[in-house]
């Protein structure tokens, strides 16, 4: 829950002009004495006076008391209204995103039907059947809005569905509720919030011109379409009339975009405050953090501990990962789906989903000027820089991360053009150079090619392409090769390989990957990552031919086909990697891995392993077992759990 102390500022002044726009019209009896209804017609249009601060309108009605009494009606309406529509919508959008199939079909058409109805239609078939009144404003503007949520929260959740941490919690059995509430909800609120704040506004408005029309709320009752209505025809006469209906309308409408902005920018990592963290946990300061001395060295994670907070609880799902990301050296990230590896990228790249916090450690980066920077406590714009210019990424499949409706040329101008000053001319003999080097052949031809007018391994070079166009120091390359066929694949990876060794940009690349084939092909150094820590971490080459931890013995055992590049461990082999990772708040005592590992002693129940370093240095590894572990954590129990 946020407390007083962990109110974000920048919600203080929105809430508080929020907060009075709706209380004052709720205090109506508090202001004035005076009846809203009250007709006293020889005091119509009167001026205002001390008794009556507003004036009296054409009946000779008290018009403090009915613009006061007027917002009462339009804005429980219009919040009433717009928060049955959100919520009919989210429901329809979120089982239709999830479950696909038939709630898919119904969410869709059902939207389709409603938004076939001109609005007015719809609210004139409605008052006819139902009369005028308040009552039947909210049936109408509920029944007006809620496909508009529906499809807002469909394609958001769909998009969100589609993220590495969905499928994680999917494949590790979480129930569908507790994903759909606990994960895509929160990680779709942003844009919710700001389409409840564009409704709740339409509403106001909409609930104003019925009441105008006459299909609203009925006389005498007041409210601020009826004053609007009442003052038109004497606009001339006494403009004061129509100015304060209007202005009340003006200033709430702007009052409740202004605190949804800000609440958007609250709730999305990607917003203002940077990081997303909250103020409950913070994470090291840059001040705190070890020194990057080396020259060579990019990035450094140190001690990166990622928390989801949701329903009072916190869970790790990353813990005590740290890593050094040097020039000219690839680091490949490996482990099953939902071991963390995508969300250590995606916390360099100041990307967290909203449901992810970081909670501790550091993400320090050498920018191109040589300023060393932690990426957790930049500002929005600082970030903005940073990606694509010090750090960019490529995905796992570069039809979704091209726009289909634009031209590759136009897309890589607009990359471009977006951190370097450069006319747009010069722009695209960039970005013909750089499809060149990412071997794209007649590059001048076919950079104004649309991008499903290319084939896969086109696209991921064009993705290359763009991602390099500023010269970052960091590519992070998040499965680049598993949507492209097998001769395709081992192209892309010679393309990485040729780009990380071209000594003159510096280039460190962070390979994340499943699949150790390929990782045994480009990676200088292995992170094995398992259950949000890495569990093992050395020279690609010693890594792979002798594994240390069970769990990276695991995973070369049940690869489909042997690779040149990968020799299991002689001992206690697995066949394949027997269960699953245990959920991030689900973990048991001791070892994570123990449930599945084969050689798991009583003493894995009880001690949790840190990362041992071996005697050289050069690697390390998170088991009781393993040559590097100090001698004296299992002396007193060796024999098999
Ligand atoms: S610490 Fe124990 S349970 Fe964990 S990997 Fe090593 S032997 Fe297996």
Same mark, same amino acid.
């Given at each position: 829950m946020m407390s007083a102390r962990n109110f974000p500022k920048r919600m203080f002044l929105p809430s508080v002009l929020l907060a009075a726009l709706i209380i004052i019209p709720f205090s109506a009896p508090l202001i004035t004495a005076e009846d809203p209804i009250k007709i006293a017609v020889r005091y119509r249009l009167a001026a205002p006076d001390l008794q009556h601060w507003l004036g009296r309108d054409e009946f000779g009605r008290d018009r403090l008391a009915r613009v006061l009494h007027g917002g009462q009606v339009s804005l429980t309406v219009a919040f009433v209204a717009t928060t049955i529509a959100c919520i009919i919508g989210t429901f329809f959008g979120l089982i239709g995103a999830y479950f696909r199939g038939p709630s898919e079909f119904i969410t869709s058409r059902l939207s389709d039907i409603v938004l076939c109805f001109p609005p007015i239609l719809l609210a004139l078939l409605v008052v006819t059947l139902f009369g005028p009144g308040a009552g039947t404003l909210v049936a109408v503007l509920s029944v007006l809005y809620f496909p508009t949520f529906a499809r807002i929260t469909f394609s958001e959740a769909l998009r969100v569905t589609s993220l590495d941490f969905v499928e994680a919690s999917r494949a590790l059995g979480t129930p569908s509720r507790r994903i759909v509430l606990g994960t895509i909800l929160p990680n779709i609120a942003g844009p919710l919030s700001v389409q409840y704040s564009l409704t709740a506004a339409a509403a106001i408005t909409i609930e104003s011109g019925l009441s105008f029309l006459g299909l609203g709320v009925v006389p005498p009752a007041p409210s601020w379409g009826q004053m609007i209505r009442g003052a038109r025809q004497f606009m001339n006469q006494d403009p004061l009339g129509i100015m304060i209906p209007c202005a009340a309308l003006v200033l709430t409408i702007y009052a409740i975009n202004f605190f949804c902005d800000r609440l958007r920018d609250t709730l999305d990592p990607k917003g203002a405050s940077g990081s997303g963290m909250d103020e409950v946990s913070k994470p090291l300061a840059l001040a705190d953090a070890p020194a990057i001395? &080396? *020259? &060579? %060295? %990019?990035a450094v994670i140190n001690k990166l501990r990622l928390e989801t907070a949701r329903f009072g609880t916190s869970a790790a799902v990353i813990e005590d990962v740290s890593l050094t990301l040097r020039a000219n050296q690839c680091t490949a990230l490996v482990g099953e789906s939902g071991s963390g590896k995508s969300l250590s990228s995606l916390a360099l790249m100041g990307l967290l989903p909203g449901a992810i916090r970081q909670a501790s450690g550091t993400l320090q980066l050498r920018r191109k000027t040589g300023e060393v920077v932690d990426l957790g406590f930049l500002d929005a714009r600082t970030l903005e820089d940073i990606r694509g210019n010090d750090i960019a990424m490529i995905f796992q499949e570069p039809m979704t991360s091209l726009n289909p409706i634009h031209k590759i040329s136009d897309q890589m101008i607009e990359a471009i053009q977006a951190h370097r000053p450069m006319s747009k001319s010069d722009a695209r003999a960039h970005a013909v150079q750089l499809l060149k080097r990412v071997g794209m052949n007649d590059a001048e031809q076919r950079i104004d090619s649309y991008p499903d007018q290319m084939s896969g391994g086109m696209r991921q070079r064009v993705m290359i392409g763009m991602a390099l166009s500023c010269e970052p120091r960091l590519l992070i390359a998040d499965e680049p090769t598993t949507a492209l066929d097998v001769t395709i694949q081992a192209e892309i990876i010679q393309l990485l390989q040729t780009l990380r060794q071209d000594q003159g940009t510096g280039l460190s690349l962070l390979f994340i990957s499943h699949n150790l084939g390929v990782v045994a092909d480009i990676a200088d150094r292995v992170a094995v990552m398992y259950s949000g820590q890495i569990v093992e971490e050395g020279p690609a080459d010693q890594i792979l031919r002798d594994p240390h931890h069970p769990y990276t013995r695991a995973l070369i055992e049940s690869m489909p086909s042997s690779h040149e590049g990968l020799h299991s461990a002689g001992g206690d082999r697995l066949p394949a990697i027997s269960g699953t990772p245990p959920l991030p708040s689900a973990r048991p005592s001791g070892c994570t891995f123990r449930d599945r590992? *084969?050689?798991?002693?009583?003493a894995c129940a009880e001690i949790r392993p840190a990362l041992y370093p071996s005697a050289d240095g050069g690697r390390a590894v998170r088991c009781l077992r393993a040559p590097e572990a100090p001698a004296g954590l299992m002396n007193h129990q060796t024999e098999a759990a």
């Open positions: 001395k &080396d *020259p &060579d %060295v %990019v590992c *084969p050689i798991a002693v009583h």
